[in-house]
């Protein structure tokens, strides 16, 4: 068996070794370098740009402007990041905006010259978070409002009631490798190096762009270094760079700084959301209010969709969720891990938390009163849950129905416990993949898959294994290339379903295809010996996994694609099943009386998430969402000065994350055994956001149980817990 054993990463020796390349690192002959020039201001127009300065440095090849750029075709969701084509007029919606792109010989020239290109400007007063007018938004972007049962009824007959208010400020994905483009033209072929989760979503946007077929669009992206949503979609920079290389007539490599992260690819926006609860005197939910507002650009909406905890994670018979948003000068916002209920959970789970304590109940204790059975909104069955097994396994493991038995105090750090639950929903996309089984008895998967830090490439050589009966050391991986099978992006917690599955249905049709020469229906296989008795050098299987249909498998013929390029299925939608992963978190935090200091001394988390293909890398992609999560609640947020409506720190310098020193070595994170036959092929489902979920909430739940301050506002800084300590 394969699947369900610890494996190291396929392709950690390439990245350890300096051999992996990404986006960046590619310079086809005759490369010139770009450099964006951004507005300087926030809101208004541009009335000028003066390029002679830039010009007399030597090197520098052009200095494009709006009126030296081709005119776009239309660009339409969901592939592309801003719908607003990018130098095609003077307008101006968020500091940053790309105004001019400076082309040179050398990345020093570029820049030099860049920092030369004089800009003017008609400046109006910037929209900032808490001056927009906050509207409901349009009915196309999704639901905005929703009701089950009488919510008002249901909170006047409840016992106990509580009404709070929770923020999370704009944050920034920051991932290792900024964002970076290489762009070639042969004719009318254009060749892309990206930076992307998703090269699929190249091609259509591209020709779109510049009216070419899309299958003369060649995306190449097998490294992308760390994203968290920043590189989900086609971003503006990305079609500058196709856009000079054309009019240049040589290849131009584009890579983003750091402080052009902040404006050039979009951000988790401010989510301020209300939470009213009430309850009967036994804890049961007698009905949930949830009201959210996100900040989106200007002439562009996004929808974060906070409200989706309350929908979705507890029972009640009486739940109201309304969600608005407010336009503000920035660019257009992105998901961000863990979008939707990584802020939703943060309110939601407050406020729980909120309720137990006036209520006088243990938080886990209200939690299993309002186990969901069933989809609270929906009434479907879950494909499968295990959350119980979770909070059993979690409790054993942390003490918490023990605590109060340990010390409060230790030196000058007063002790708190919290939990909070953590719960996202599961998207599918569909996905393709190809097995080819070689003479010499060596396989080869191959997908378009990009590879992003998750370990998707591990994920395929296991499950391709796992099927052959082979030993995964005699499995190799092509990927992150448009020229290979279709596949989705990887994002949305999906992509292990939907590779996985894909590739579990190729290596299946391989199988199949060896019966045909002899080799037996299951059990081990001596692939080398089965293709040389048959006198074969090669067989091939195609898998195709639909999202919407899941038993569409191994030699198939339909397209999965035939749907779009963005063909999800969000939370089993059009099956009889409603699926999402589950777990909770238990922290214990130390806080300083005196200096407001919190720090992280133990965590325990379980989840319910199905089969779990790899556990080495399940359990670190689990850590690593506990520690990012640390880093919302006490460290990170993106200021935008409000006199210019630009980001106060634009550098890693002013941003604060976590390092080694602030997480303790005691992160307990595990899995309940599960097999959920109806998300996948192999019955996993995904994980990579879920860790990102829940551990807000219950940090600051610790922290009031340390010190009775209750803190509704992240991060969590010292002068919020000594603030609350004086009143």
């Known amino acids: 068996m394969s699947i369900g054993t610890p494996r190291t990463r396929f392709e950690g020796p390439a990245k350890v070794t300096g051999a992996a390349k990404y986006a960046a690192d590619n310079y086809p002959v005759g490369t010139l370098h770009g450099v964006l020039v951004g507005a300087p201001i926030a809101y208004g127009r541009v009335t000028g740009v003066d390029a002679a300065r830039a010009l007399a440095v030597p090197g520098v090849v052009r200095v494009l402007a709006a009126a030296d750029m081709p005119r776009f075709g239309q660009l339409s969701p969901p592939l592309v990041a801003v719908l607003k084509s990018p130098m095609q007029d003077d307008w101006i919606e968020w500091e940053g905006q790309p105004v001019a792109l400076v082309v040179a010989e050398s990345l020093e020239a570029a820049e030099e010259g860049a920092a030369l290109v004089g800009v003017s400007t008609e400046a109006r007063e910037p929209i900032v978070p808490g001056r927009g007018t906050v509207e409901v938004p349009p009915q196309e972007t999704g639901p905005t409002q929703e009701q089950k049962g009488d919510v008002e009824a249901g909170l006047a007959q409840a016992a106990v009631r509580i009404s709070q208010s929770y923020t999370q400020p704009t944050r920034h994905h920051n991932p290792m490798e900024t964002s970076a ?39 190449i992206s097998p490294y992308t270094g760390g994203a968290f949503g920043a590189k989900s979609f086609v971003w503006p920079h990305e079609i500058l760079a196709a856009a000079a290389a054309r009019i240049v007539g040589r290849p131009v490599h584009l890579s983003l700084s750091r402080p052009q992260m902040y404006a050039q690819v979009g951000h988790h926006p401010e989510v301020r959301q ?5 309850a009967a005197a036994d804890g049961k939910l007698t009905a949930v209010r949830h009201e959210s507002v996100n900040t989106t650009a200007l002439s562009q909406v996004h929808m974060e969709q906070a409200t989706q905890s309350s929908r979705s994670n507890y029972a009640s018979p009486n739940i109201g969720l309304d969600h608005r948003i407010e336009r503000i000068n920035v660019t257009m916002p992105t998901p961000m891990r863990a979008p939707v209920e990584g802020p939703g959970s943060w309110a939601l789970e407050s406020a729980l938390d909120e309720l137990a304590v006036e209520l006088k109940l243990d938080p886990l204790d209200l939690r299993l009163a309002n ?29 918490w129905r023990t605590r109060a038995a340990r010390p409060r105090e230790d030196g000058n750090w007063t002790i708190g416990h919290g939990l909070g639950g953590a719960g996202m929903f599961c998207a599918r996309f569909a996905n393709t993949a190809r097995v080819r089984v070689h003479g010499s008895g060596r396989v080869t998967v191959e997908s378009g898959s990009n590879d992003i830090g998750t370990g998707s490439q591990t994920v395929c050589v296991l499950t391709a294994a796992e099927e052959l ?129 919190i720090r992280l001394r133990r965590a325990v988390a379980r ?99 340390a010190v009775r301050v ?7 800084l010292p002068h919020h817990v000594l603030e609350g300590l004086e009143t």
Do not use: C
């Not at 186990?371 to 003490?399: F, I, N, T």
């Not at 019966?515 to 898998?543: H, N, R």
């Not at 397209?559 to 779009?564: H, K, N, V, Y």
């Open 274 to 278: 209300t939470v009213t609860l009430g």
């Open 710 to 716: 209750r803190v509704r506002r992240v991060p969590i």
């Open 371 to 399: 186990y969901a059975e069933k989809h609270p909104m929906e009434g479907r069955p879950w494909s499968s849950k295990k959350l119980r097994e979770a909070y059993q396994e979690a409790d054993a493991a942390y003490g």
């Open 181 to 219: 483009t290489v762009a070639s033209w042969a004719g009318g072929r254009l060749t892309l190096w990206s930076a992307t989760q998703h090269s699929w979503a190249t091609p259509p946007v591209m020709a779109a762009a510049f009216g070419i077929a899309e299958a003369d669009v060649h995306q």
């Open 607 to 705: 989840y319910s998430v199905g089969r779990i293909v790899n556990p080495l890398a399940a359990r670190s992609q689990m850590i690593g969402g506990i520690v990012w999560e640390w880093g919302k609640a006490t460290m990170e947020a993106s200021i935008i000065e409000p006199r210019h409506g630009r980001f106060l720190s634009k550098n890693l310098s002013g941003v604060a994350v976590p390092v080694n020193a602030d997480i303790p070595a005691d992160i307990d994170v595990g899995f309940v055994d599960e097999f959920d036959e109806h998300a996948s092929a192999f019955g996993g489902k995904g994980i990579g956001e879920l860790g990102a979920t829940g551990v807000s909430a219950a940090i600051a739940n610790a922290v009031y149980d």
């Open 469 to 597: 009966g082979i030993s995964p050391d005699l499995v190799d991986v092509r990927w992150g290339d448009s020229s290979l099978p279709h596949t989705s992006g990887v994002y949305g917690s999906s992509h292990t379903m939907g590779i996985g599955s894909a590739v579990m249905f190729a290596a299946r049709d391989a199988r199949r295809r060896l019966g045909a020469l002899g080799a037996a229906a299951d059990g081990p296989l001596d692939l080398a010996a089965v293709m040389g008795a048959a006198g074969v050098s090669e067989v091939t299987g195609e898998g195709r996994f639909d999202a919407h249909l899941p038993n569409l498998g191994e030699g198939s013929t339909d397209d999965p694609f035939a749907r779009g390029p963005f063909n999800v299925n969000l939370g089993g939608m059009g099956t009889p099943y409603s699926m999402q992963t589950f777990g909770v978190v238990m922290v214990e935090v130390g806080v300083d009386r005196d200096l407001g200091l």
